[in-house]
């Protein structure tokens, strides 16, 4: 297998850059009306790509369309908070405030961290009509520690109580092999699994020092790379789970000192993506017309695959350590 050449990889995520520039009227609320599902994985390359002051408007108006309870709808014009867009745009708003540093976007960080506290289930887990208990528990957790990091709040007690019964009720989830199965979504366990490990298990293992958070990682991470399918990809060809596997195996590999074993999957799966992408930009699967949030979802992978194979720790980029 040939080894993706950093010239090339470079020209082609400023190629793809370039394409989602070209279709911001579908992406950045200075356009109009947006999906926020979208506009949260755009903000996310921004991040990534250093480029967080050059559009730190995109930023701003994330406060000006946030619910009154704290929280955000899928659609910016709608009044529906979802659990899982809100901690998803709450968490891109915290990392990129540690450079913008406006007042209004910290005050809608805090009215999001406000609605989330109040919402947590007996059982320790938070719901969103749209998503399982198990992903919109690990969106949570996911915000709260980057809260916590980019705020300097680490040591707050009813924080870390909150993330900690939301990690207690994931962990507690039968496992098949490894793995994370929910029957009711996503039932392969690809996605999920991918989620729970880079969302609330890394997270523990810095956050309060787990140790065997580090364990189940590492054996999730064996059954993922069993999972993946001859030519690179997982999940039926699935674009989206290809790329959540790849993403989360650069974080686990990297955190616990196993690059050397999980460096060929994650090559093998970048160059997959590579190779069935769209003259420009990703589908949900090969052969289907190019999408924002997939393209914003391929780019991110491009962009972390970049920094994976330069050495740089990828838990500083998470923003679950410094």
Same mark, same amino acid.
């Given at each position: 297998? $040939?080894?993706?050449?950093?010239?090339?990889?470079? %020209?082609?995520?400023?190629?793809?850059?370039?394409?989602?520039?070209?279709?911001?009227?579908?992406?950045?609320?200075?356009?109009?009306? !947006?999906?926020?599902?979208?506009?949260?994985?755009?903000?996310?390359?921004?991040?990534?790509?250093?480029?967080? $002051?050059?559009? &730190?408007?995109?930023?701003?108006?994330?406060?000006?369309?946030?619910?009154?309870?704290?929280?955000?709808?899928?659609?910016? %014009?709608?009044?529906?908070?979802?659990?899982?867009?809100?901690?998803?745009?709450?968490?891109?708003?915290?990392?990129?405030?540690?450079?913008?540093?406006?007042?209004?976007?910290?005050? &809608?960080?805090? #009215?999001?961290?406000?609605?989330? +506290?109040?919402? !947590?289930?007996?059982?320790?887990?938070?719901?969103? @009509?749209?998503?399982?208990?198990?992903?919109?528990?690990?969106?949570?957790?996911?915000?709260?520690?980057?809260?916590?990091? $980019?705020?300097? #709040?680490?040591?707050?007690? #009813?924080?870390?109580?909150?993330?900690?019964r939301g990690y207690e009720y994931i962990i507690q989830w039968q496992r098949d092999q490894g793995l994370?199965?929910?029957?009711?979504?996503?039932? =392969?366990?690809?996605?999920?699994?991918?989620?729970?490990?880079?969302?609330? +298990?890394? @997270? =523990?293992?810095?956050?309060?020092?787990?140790?065997? =958070?580090?364990?189940?990682?590492?054996?999730?991470?064996?059954s993922l790379a069993g999972e993946q399918e001859e030519g690179g990809s997982w999940d039926n060809e699935?674009?989206? %789970?290809?790329?959540?596997?790849? *993403?989360? +195996?650069?974080?686990?590999?990297?955190?616990?000192?196993?690059?050397?074993?999980?460096?060929?999957?994650?090559?093998?799966?970048?160059?997959?993506?590579? &190779?069935?992408?769209?003259?420009?930009?990703?589908?949900?699967?090969?052969?289907? @017309?190019?999408?924002?949030?997939?393209?914003?979802?391929?780019?991110? $992978?491009?962009?972390?695959? *970049?920094?994976?194979?330069?050495?740089? @720790?990828?838990?500083?980029?998470?923003?679950?350590?410094?």
């Open positions: 297998m $040939t080894a993706i050449v950093k010239d090339e990889l470079d %020209h082609l995520i400023d190629k793809e850059w370039e394409y989602l520039e070209s279709r911001k009227s579908e992406w950045s609320l200075l356009e109009g009306e !947006q999906d926020m599902e979208v506009l949260e994985h755009i903000l996310r390359c921004i991040l990534h790509m250093g480029r967080t $002051t050059e559009y &730190a408007a995109d930023f701003q108006a994330c406060a000006g369309v946030q619910n009154k309870d704290g929280g955000w709808s899928k659609q910016s %014009h709608e009044n529906r908070t979802s659990m899982w867009i809100t901690t998803f745009v709450a968490l891109k708003l915290c990392r990129g405030n540690m450079i913008l540093k406006d007042s209004a976007i910290a005050a &809608a960080i805090d #009215r999001a961290l406000a609605y989330v +506290l109040s919402t !947590q289930e007996k059982e320790g887990h938070w719901v969103d @009509p749209e998503w399982s208990h198990l992903d919109t528990t690990c969106s949570v957790t996911s915000f709260l520690t980057i809260y916590q990091v $980019t705020h300097d #709040r680490q040591k707050e007690e #009813r924080i870390n109580q909150a993330r900690r994370w199965k929910d029957d009711t979504f996503h039932p =392969a366990g690809i996605e999920t699994t991918a989620h729970l490990m880079q969302y609330t +298990l890394v @997270p =523990a293992y810095f956050m309060d020092g787990i140790g065997y =958070a580090e364990k189940i990682c590492l054996e999730a991470a064996e699935n674009m989206d %789970h290809t790329m959540d596997a790849c *993403r989360n +195996l650069m974080l686990v590999s990297d955190t616990f000192g196993k690059k050397e074993r999980f460096a060929p999957v994650i090559e093998k799966g970048v160059q997959w993506l590579i &190779a069935n992408k769209n003259p420009q930009g990703w589908g949900d699967f090969r052969d289907e @017309p190019s999408n924002v949030e997939r393209t914003g979802d391929g780019l991110d $992978t491009l962009l972390k695959h *970049r920094r994976y194979t330069a050495g740089l @720790p990828m838990s500083h980029f998470w923003a679950y350590s410094k």
